[in-house]
Every structure is written in structure tokens, then in C-alpha cells.
């Protein structure tokens, strides 16, 4: 039953201004990633939560109360780090136990609850193992059952994956998903890796310079982006100067593209007549019979899809997610089709 | 694998010539037959190691040797964990001025050092006049050639030895370990006690060896500073030495020492072992 609201929150270092005003939310039960390129302030922000920093100015609020002056030892928040931070001394038990023994909690009742952690984790077994004996993926499953057996009022995850190989990267992820579901606790994610954070999260935050850019769902900062820098952050996109030059309906808008005119979908922010981008993900266009005319310039089967480096009459180059049933090859002709309905219209914001 | 070993070579040489061969030289002399007017006689004989094992002067001079090397070692670590907290925590150009004045004692010559202590502890020297003038003590203390003194000195002389493997051991904590504690519950103490002084350990344990095998060993700084007073071990096996030109039995002092210093060394490091390997990064 945790809930987090973070406002203006800053912080410098010497001249730098690490933090620029974070806002964010996280309702109960909720896990909301940070997500950025490295200095954005993500982990700042993070380290922020945890105690180890303290912010310039602003408040983070849990459930109401504001934390700041509060010590980390006193916050009962649950950290997992990136580099694992096991107790390299103490057994994988003893690891586990460390809260509880802190906590003065009576020895068989943490006996009880290190055993339920670990069966949580899947590490059964292992108790008796000290951390250098295990494998990168136990080691951050440990740090997770470390964190979680205090049973935390919000669980901080730094980067969990970062070190880990592909293969482990996907199971301790969906592990700490689930695990963060069961146990109802709400959680906030730093990470560089947009799938990461897209597949893990209920809410994602986009950072650039110490600040949030963009605050939503994984649909809505992939689909309806605030500016082109999430756009780009997010995945592959195909971004075109455009002017809107007439509002239909809120959040509709009419646009020339040189020769085609199309009817999209767009920020409500714009104005008629200001300078505009418009997204085009490779999978909103298509060959087609007919349509835009264009020019293979590169092709690459990958199997399930095929991707299409093409050029328009005017040379703008767009990248586009082809039916891998249809045969291209560099310099053939084609036509595109536009799928106007996942086009996306937004404020030409330098990135 | 053949460059490796030839390789190699230069430093088993080296250690032949000035290591192995001495003490098998020193360990033969130990058993050689005393003669009158020269270093050693003819013939091979256990005599000597009955007269060192056998006398009580010889025993006790040992045991106090041990017990001051213990006294020395201990006061260093409670004195250096402190000073290895800080220097392991200071950065940039505080963390060289630091770093010197820790090695400080070891840029000094051993004469010019001791001759220091005494001028400033002599019964008319600075110290007992400024404790005088500040009314801290009715009539000046007599601290030159006492035991106490040389603890002190050995305390001073040792303290780097103790000093840099703890703070290296202490820099090799990554700081998320601290983190990790507190996000767990632990205050500063108890953080502390649980996570940073079990992992200095091998530095403890490196500092401690270095020290006391330093201070057993110890010759001029008690010869100067001790007085006549206490009779010492090294003290002894240099009088056979050079005093009585009683090689054979100077040597079995000598073996005699070194085994005890090395049997201490080994029980500590047997004991304190599972910790060491545990705590190692």
C-alpha cells in the first residue's frame, strides 16, 4: 500500500545540474521505470529515493509523508544494484537474513521468512553458498530475495539487469516482474534499455537532462511520443517535417506531406501553421499497389519481416517493416502505403 | 613453458644466494662445536640448543620478546584502523598529503630517529620542560630507557606497515556494500561492525604479521631507547655475535627465535584463516 509522488525535485554537482525538476507518481502496487540514456539523471533520481543522496530542493512524498530528511536505514525501502552488492563475507543465508538480524527479529521467524524468499527467487538450496560461488543470475536473484524478505515499503531496482547475459537478462526479468506483482510492490526500475522498460513496466518515464520529457504507459510514450527524442528513444522511427494546417477535431490534424495530404492523429499541444514533426514507425508503412512512389535503396529479410530502407521522389529516406512475402531487391520501384491512424503529429522539440 | 622457466631463473637465483643459502648456513652454524679464540671448533653438536632451551635467561628473554612484539602489534592496530579509515576515504591531493604523513617515520633513518626521541624525553630535554611550564607534572618523568618507551617508539616506526594494507583492503569495499546495509535497516555503526571491519580483514591480518615479526625482530631501536635494563632477544643474539664471537650459539638464539616468531605467525594465521579466505575481494 505504497504510494510515491516525487516533485521538483534537483540536484547539482558543482556546476552541473544532475536533476532539473523530476516529477513523478507511482500509484500502489505499481512499477514505473526510469528510462534514459546514461546522465540523464535516472540513477540520480534513483539514488535520490534510496537515501544515499540527498536532493538540492523539491519532495518526495510516500504516502503522504515527505522522506528527504529521512536516513535510508529508516525508509525500509527494498535496493537492488547493478553489481549485485552482496555481502561478499556472508553466505547466500545470511545475505538473505541480513534485514531481519538488523530488524532484531527473532531467529526461527528469520529462518521462516529467508526460506520463503528464496523459494520466491528459486534458490532453495543454495543457502549455505557464499556469493562468489554462484552464477551472475542467482547473485542478482539473491540481492532481489535480500530486498524483498524485509518486506519493503517500495522496491528500487538500479540497472538489474545490466550485467547479466541475454539469456539471464530475459528470466531474471520476468522474475522480478513477477515477483513485484505477487507481492503487491510497488517499484520504480532505472534502465537504458527500452524493451526493458516497455516490457517490465505499468508506467514509464522517459528522462533527458535531468528531467521527465514524458510520463506514461508503454503504448502511449511508443505510440503517441511528446517529442522526437522519445520517439527515437523508444525504437525505430521515421520522423518528417510537417506543418499542420488544419485542427479537425482535438487531437486531429490535417498535414501535407509534398504531395500527399494526410489526416493524423497528433499532440493537442500544437498549433495551426507551427513547425511540426511527423512520426512514421517502419511498421505504419507498407508496400503497396499503389500509393507514395518510391525507391528501394536497401533490403534485409529478417524471416518473420523484412525491412526497406526506401527513398521518396524528393530523396527523404524512410525505413519501413515490409511483408516478408513479397520479394524486393535495391533499386525496384515500389509503392507505400501510409497507415495515417498510427501516424503520430508532435512539436518539433530540438532533441 | 621453457621461456617461463628460463624466465624465471634471475629470481630463483636471487633467492638461492640471498635467502635459502644463509639460513642453511645459519641453521649448519647453530650445530657447529664452540672453540676458544675462534668463531666455532670442529665437530657438530646439540650443546647449544640444551643452553638456549635450558636457561631461563635465554626463555625469558624470548617470551618478553614475544609478549613486546605481541604489546606493539596490538596498540598499532587500534592505533592504524583509524588512520586507515580516513586515508582510504580522503581523495586527490588531501589523500597524498595524508599518505605522506603516514610514511612519514619510515623516511627518517633509524638513528636520527631514535637519537630524536631521546633528545625530546631527556630529563632536562623539551617535553618535560613544556610539561613543566603547562604545571601538567611536579618534576620531569623519567621516560628515556624504559619499556614503555621503546613500545612507543616500535608503535611509531610500525604504524605505516599497519596503516596501508588495512586502507588498501578498506578501498577494495565498494561503497554499494555500504549501501546495500543501510537500505537494509543498519546505521552507521552496525554497518560497520558488519559489513567494513570484517572485510579489512586481510588487511588486519597482512598488517598484523608484518608488525609483530617487525617488532620481534626489533635491535636498535631497543638497544637505544631500552636501556640496560631489559634484556631482549635480538639484543642477546647480537651479543653472542659480535660481543662473545660465540657463532654456534649466537646462531641457535638466532634459530631459536625465528622459530618462535614463525610458530606465532603460523598459529594466527591458521587461526584467523577461514576469515581471511572469506573476506578476500
Same mark, same amino acid.
Given at each position: 500500500?505504497?504510494?510515491?509522488?516525487?516533485?521538483?525535485?534537483?540536484?547539482?554537482?558543482?556546476?552541473?545540474?544532475?536533476?532539473?525538476?523530476?516529477?513523478?507518481?507511482?500509484?500502489? #502496487?505499481?512499477?514505473?521505470?526510469?528510462?534514459?540514456?546514461?546522465?540523464?539523471?535516472?540513477?540520480?533520481?534513483?539514488?535520490?529515493? !534510496?537515501?544515499?543522496?540527498?536532493?538540492?530542493?523539491?519532495?518526495?512524498?510516500?504516502?503522504? %509523508?515527505?522522506?528527504?530528511?529521512?536516513?535510508?536505514?529508516?525508509?525500509?525501502?527494498?535496493?537492488?544494484?547493478?553489481?549485485?552488492?552482496?555481502?561478499?563475507?556472508?553466505?547466500?543465508?545470511?545475505?538473505?537474513?541480513?534485514?531481519?538480524?538488523?530488524?532484531?527479529?527473532?531467529?526461527?521467524? %528469520?529462518?521462516?521468512?529467508?526460506?520463503?524468499?528464496?523459494?520466491?527467487?528459486?534458490?532453495?538450496?543454495?543457502?549455505?553458498?557464499?556469493?562468489?560461488?554462484?552464477? #551472475?543470475?542467482?547473485?542478482?536473484?539473491?540481492? *532481489?530475495?535480500?530486498?524483498?524478505?524485509?518486506?519493503?515499503?517500495? *522496491?528500487?531496482?538500479?540497472?538489474?539487469?545490466?550485467?547479466?547475459?541475454?539469456?539471464?537478462?530475459?528470466?531474471?526479468?520476468?522474475?522480478?516482474?513477477?515477483?513485484?506483482?505477487?507481492?503487491?510492490?510497488?517499484?520504480?526500475?532505472?534502465?537504458?534499455?527500452?524493451?526493458?522498460?516497455?516490457?517490465?513496466?505499468?508506467?514509464?518515464?522517459?528522462?533527458?537532462?535531468?528531467?521527465?520529457?514524458?510520463?506514461?504507459?508503454?503504448?502511449?510514450?511508443?505510440?503517441?511520443?511528446?517529442?522526437?527524442?522519445?520517439?527515437?528513444?523508444?525504437?525505430?522511427?521515421?520522423?518528417?517535417?510537417?506543418?499542420?494546417?488544419?485542427?479537425?477535431?482535438?487531437?486531429?490534424?490535417?498535414?501535407?506531406?509534398?504531395?500527399?495530404?494526410?489526416?493524423?492523429?497528433?499532440?493537442?499541444?500544437?498549433?495551426?501553421?507551427?513547425?511540426?514533426?511527423?512520426?512514421?514507425?517502419?511498421?505504419?508503412?507498407?508496400?503497396?499497389?499503389?500509393?507514395?512512389?518510391?525507391?528501394?535503396?536497401?533490403?534485409?529479410?529478417?524471416?518473420?519481416?523484412? %525491412?526497406?530502407?526506401?527513398?521518396?521522389?524528393?530523396?527523404?529516406?524512410?525505413?519501413?517493416?515490409?511483408?516478408?512475402?513479397?520479394?524486393? !531487391?535495391?533499386?525496384?520501384?515500389?509503392?507505400?502505403?501510409?497507415?495515417?491512424?498510427?501516424?503520430?503529429?508532435?512539436?518539433?522539440?530540438?532533441? | 613453458?621453457?621461456?617461463?622457466?628460463?624466465?624465471?631463473?634471475?629470481? /630463483?637465483?636471487?633467492? *638461492?644466494?640471498?635467502?635459502?643459502?644463509?639460513?642453511?648456513?645459519?641453521?649448519?652454524?647453530?650445530?657447529?662445536?664452540?672453540?676458544?679464540?675462534?668463531?666455532?671448533?670442529?665437530?657438530?653438536?646439540?650443546?647449544?640448543? %640444551?643452553?638456549?632451551?635450558?636457561?631461563?635467561?635465554?626463555?625469558?628473554?624470548?617470551?618478553?620478546?614475544?609478549?613486546?612484539?605481541?604489546?606493539?602489534?596490538?596498540?598499532?592496530?587500534?592505533?592504524?584502523?583509524?588512520?586507515?579509515?580516513?586515508?582510504?576515504?580522503?581523495?586527490?591531493?588531501?589523500?597524498?598529503?595524508?599518505?605522506?604523513?603516514?610514511?612519514?617515520?619510515?623516511?627518517?633513518?633509524?638513528?636520527?630517529?631514535?637519537?630524536?626521541?631521546?633528545?625530546?624525553?631527556?630529563?632536562?630535554?623539551?617535553?618535560?620542560?613544556?610539561?613543566?611550564?603547562?604545571?601538567?607534572?611536579?618534576?620531569?618523568?623519567?621516560?628515556?630507557?624504559?619499556?614503555?618507551?621503546?613500545?612507543?617508539?616500535? /608503535?611509531?616506526?610500525?604504524?605505516?606497515?599497519?596503516?596501508?594494507?588495512?586502507?588498501?583492503?578498506?578501498?577494495?569495499?565498494?561503497?554499494?556494500?555500504?549501501?546495500?546495509?543501510?537500505?537494509?535497516?543498519?546505521?552507521?555503526?552496525?554497518?560497520?561492525?558488519?559489513?567494513?571491519?570484517?572485510?579489512?580483514?586481510?588487511?588486519?591480518?597482512?598488517?598484523?604479521?608484518?608488525?609483530?615479526?617487525?617488532?620481534?625482530?626489533?635491535?636498535?631501536?631497543?638497544?637505544?631507547?631500552? #636501556?640496560?635494563?631489559?634484556?631482549?632477544?635480538?639484543?642477546?643474539?647480537?651479543?653472542?655475535?659480535?660481543?662473545?664471537?660465540?657463532?654456534?650459539?649466537?646462531?641457535?638464539?638466532?634459530?631459536?627465535?625465528?622459530?618462535?616468531?614463525?610458530?606465532?605467525?603460523?598459529?594466527?594465521?591458521?587461526?584467523?584463516?577461514?576469515?581471511?579466505?572469506?573476506?578476500?575481494?
Amino acid at each position: 500500500m505504497t504510494q510515491v509522488d516525487i516533485a521538483g525535485l534537483t540536484k547539482r554537482y558543482g556546476g552541473t545540474l544532475a536533476l532539473d525538476g523530476v516529477a513523478l507518481q507511482a500509484r500502489d #502496487g505499481e512499477l514505473v521505470s526510469l528510462l534514459g540514456p546514461s546522465g540523464c539523471g535516472k540513477t540520480t533520481t534513483l539514488r535520490c529515493i !534510496a537515501g544515499f543522496l540527498t536532493p538540492d530542493g523539491g519532495e518526495i512524498r510516500v504516502d503522504g %509523508q515527505d522522506i528527504v530528511a529521512l536516513p535510508p536505514q529508516k525508509r525500509d525501502f527494498g535496493v537492488v544494484f547493478q553489481n549485485y552488492a552482496l555481502f561478499p563475507h556472508l553466505t547466500v543465508f545470511q545475505n538473505v537474513a541480513y534485514g531481519l538480524q538488523v530488524r532484531r527479529i527473532a531467529p526461527a521467524e %528469520q529462518q521462516k521468512r529467508v526460506a520463503e524468499a528464496l523459494a520466491l527467487v528459486r534458490l532453495t538450496g543454495l543457502e549455505s553458498r557464499l556469493p562468489r560461488a554462484l552464477s #551472475g543470475g542467482q547473485q542478482q536473484r539473491v540481492a *532481489l530475495a535480500r530486498a524483498l524478505v524485509i518486506r519493503p515499503r517500495l *522496491l528500487l531496482l538500479d540497472e538489474p539487469l545490466a550485467n547479466l547475459d541475454a539469456r539471464l537478462r530475459d528470466e531474471v526479468r520476468w522474475l522480478i516482474r513477477e515477483v513485484q506483482q505477487q507481492a503487491g510492490i510497488t517499484a520504480f526500475y532505472v534502465t537504458h534499455d527500452q524493451a526493458e522498460a516497455m516490457a517490465l513496466s505499468d508506467r514509464v518515464a522517459v528522462m533527458k537532462g535531468g528531467r521527465v520529457v514524458q510520463f506514461a504507459t508503454p503504448r502511449e510514450i511508443y505510440q503517441r511520443p511528446a517529442e522526437a527524442y522519445v520517439a527515437r528513444f523508444t525504437g525505430e522511427a521515421n520522423m518528417l517535417p510537417a506543418r499542420p494546417a488544419q485542427r479537425l477535431a482535438e487531437g486531429l490534424w490535417r498535414v501535407a506531406i509534398g504531395e500527399t495530404v494526410l489526416e493524423v492523429p497528433g499532440a493537442t499541444t500544437l498549433a495551426e501553421g507551427a513547425s511540426a514533426l511527423l512520426m512514421l514507425r517502419p511498421e505504419a508503412l507498407s508496400l503497396a499497389p499503389t500509393g507514395v512512389p518510391a525507391r528501394v535503396l536497401a533490403a534485409a529479410f529478417l524471416g518473420a519481416s523484412q %525491412q526497406c530502407d526506401v527513398a521518396l521522389a524528393d530523396g527523404t529516406r524512410l525505413r519501413l517493416q515490409a511483408s516478408p512475402h513479397l520479394a524486393v !531487391a535495391p533499386g525496384d520501384a515500389v509503392h507505400l502505403a501510409v497507415d495515417a491512424a498510427h501516424a503520430w503529429l508532435m512539436p518539433d522539440i530540438a532533441p | 613453458m621453457k621461456t617461463r622457466l628460463l624466465l624465471g631463473l634471475p629470481a /630463483v637465483a636471487l633467492l *638461492l644466494l640471498f635467502f635459502v643459502l644463509p639460513y642453511v648456513e645459519m641453521v649448519a652454524m647453530s650445530f657447529r662445536a664452540p672453540a676458544s679464540g675462534l668463531p666455532f671448533g670442529e665437530g657438530h653438536t646439540l650443546l647449544h640448543y %640444551q643452553r638456549a632451551l635450558g636457561d631461563t635467561l635465554y626463555l625469558g628473554a624470548l617470551g618478553r620478546s614475544l609478549l613486546m612484539g605481541g604489546v606493539v602489534t596490538l596498540l598499532c592496530l587500534l592505533l592504524s584502523f583509524p588512520l586507515a579509515l580516513h586515508l582510504s576515504r580522503t581523495q586527490g591531493r588531501w589523500h597524498v598529503v595524508f599518505f605522506a604523513c603516514i610514511v612519514s617515520p619510515l623516511l627518517i633513518g633509524v638513528l636520527v630517529r631514535n637519537f630524536g626521541w631521546m633528545l625530546l624525553l631527556t630529563v632536562d630535554g623539551p617535553a618535560n620542560r613544556w610539561l613543566l611550564a603547562a604545571g601538567l607534572i611536579e618534576r620531569p618523568l623519567r621516560v628515556l630507557f624504559t619499556p614503555g618507551l621503546v613500545v612507543l617508539a616500535l /608503535v611509531h616506526v610500525f604504524t605505516p606497515f599497519m596503516v596501508l594494507p588495512i586502507a588498501t583492503a578498506l578501498r577494495n569495499i565498494s561503497p554499494a556494500l555500504r549501501e546495500a546495509s543501510t537500505s537494509l535497516g543498519a546505521g552507521r555503526f552496525e554497518t560497520f561492525w558488519r559489513v567494513t571491519l570484517p572485510l579489512a580483514f586481510p588487511g588486519v591480518q597482512a598488517g598484523v604479521v608484518l608488525v609483530f615479526v617487525l617488532s620481534v625482530a626489533a635491535y636498535v631501536t631497543p638497544a637505544l631507547l631500552g #636501556g640496560q635494563g631489559v634484556a631482549l632477544m635480538p639484543a642477546i643474539v647480537v651479543r653472542e655475535l659480535i660481543g662473545s664471537f660465540a657463532w654456534p650459539f649466537g646462531a641457535a638464539l638466532a634459530v631459536v627465535m625465528a622459530v618462535a616468531t614463525l610458530s606465532v605467525v603460523a598459529v594466527f594465521t591458521l587461526l584467523t584463516q577461514g576469515l581471511a579466505e572469506r573476506t578476500r575481494a
